[in-house]
């Protein structure tokens, strides 16, 4: 036996003597032939010793602080290179005792002793892994990876964030300073034998998949097994778990008023990982959710770096409570390297993401095209756009009705702005039963830079009015297309020097969006526009 790796823990204050992993069987547990794995020793020092004693003294050892009372950790030994190791970080301390010379420990290992006589150890061992020759700084984090993700042990600290690897060598949790706690994770890797399709970290559960009281226990699990090199690994920051009310410094703006824990947690993916079911334990928190599914949604926050005010957000909303337990049932959301929290009690005004399906603002030129989307069964009345200028006073702008249900390709509105600048929208859903959801804020930017210009938009009737400043004398064409891109009308224009004026006649163009290219000897520029009648 040259190298140990072992995931355990031992029972009872530092200072006793709490015993020892294995050791060979022929190790007399003191004198010069003292050889073992991972002792917890009285006077709170954990040893592993391995040396060739010189005559009338001691092996040489290692020496570290040992983990407190039924604290899990992985610890691997190596007489080569004198390593000593605790949950992926060198843990020596102190000189090196005696000669720590040999390599190898021979004859038959004996589980939790090193003698007939002291060291029987007081505590839990789960897993040992033995090689007969030393590893390499790479291999070793291999192994400590296998057992750390097997019983959610966190590898490495916030000061020193360690990565996990697999046994193909592929990093499947990137060592993070800001979410190198609570580590833990489902996945697959043939190469271990590893199949996990359920997790927690050590530090917030029990053991059996309970809870520990406040500390908020998040267990992943999916129904089948990963393939082969799939993970999803899950860290959190160092926050607390308390709540917090979400404002426009920490948005995201649709969820504004709500409340929301201040500790967060990000996912990393290996692989293409589809569904899984997520569950937290609210066992010893004060939730203003209360026991109430519907107050419960994951806020994630999907480009990664934790600052909900900025990219786009899912909402997912919880499957239901049992006990303590808030469920989310088969979601996809969690994906490589998202961050999210738990909302913990809606605000009014909050936006179900599963009701909003989508809503984009696009500007071609000065023409901003809202595009949206519901779920088909709201009984939806009317929608509002709001616009804002700023990003806080919005004011209403049309009344669209909904006639019949939410067409499949969604509903869209185009918008002429004056000119140059950012500006930014909102919708409000209005059912038939007065209820009311607003919709996420976006935003556009119109540069100064365009030429081309539809004078009135929406269009009412048959005209078509274009404004185009032009640099030069030259012909220009001038075509029009549906929605879907067909093409309807082409026109060749001859433009002068500055600005010029042309009418299309769009009189057999039926109601709906269209869009307008303009080629010319400087490129061409595009614009959307609505033929409407005028009458409602």
Known sequence: MSEASAAGSWTGPVTNERGTFFSPINNSGGGVSARYFFRSASGGQLYTGFGSPAAGAFAGYES????????????????????????????RTGNIRGGYLTT????????????????KMNGDIAEIVLYSATNSTSLRNKVESYLALKYGITLGTATTPVSYTSSAGTVFWTGLAAYQHNIFGIGTDNGSGLVQTSSNSVNSGSGDGTGQNGLGNLVLKTSSALTNGQFLMVGTDSAALTEETITAAIGPAAAIGSKRLVRTWKAQTTGAVSSVNLSFDMTGLTLSGASVATNYYLLIDNDGDGNFTTGTQTYVPASGIAGSLISFSGTSALANGVVFTLITVPSTMFVLADRWQGFTASAVGSSVTLHWNTAPDLPIDYFNVYHSTDGTT??????????????PAGMSYVVSERGEGTYFYRLRAVLKDGAENYSMIRSVKISASQRLKILSNPVVGGELRLQFHASASESVIVSLFSASGSRQLTRIWSVAPGENLLTMDIHRLGEGLYFLRLDGGHGYETLAFVKSTGMK
């Open 64 to 91: 570290a602080t040992p983990p407190a009372s039924t604290v899990p950790v992985v610890l691997t030994a190596s007489g080569t290179g004198n390593v000593l190791n605790m949950n992926g970080l060198d843990a």
């Open 104 to 119: 190898t420990m021979t004859d038959i290992p004996q589980i939790a002793d090193r003698s007939s006589s002291d060291s």
């Open 394 to 407: 919005f004011i209403p702008i049309a009344q669209l009705p909904l006639t019949t249900v939410m067409p």
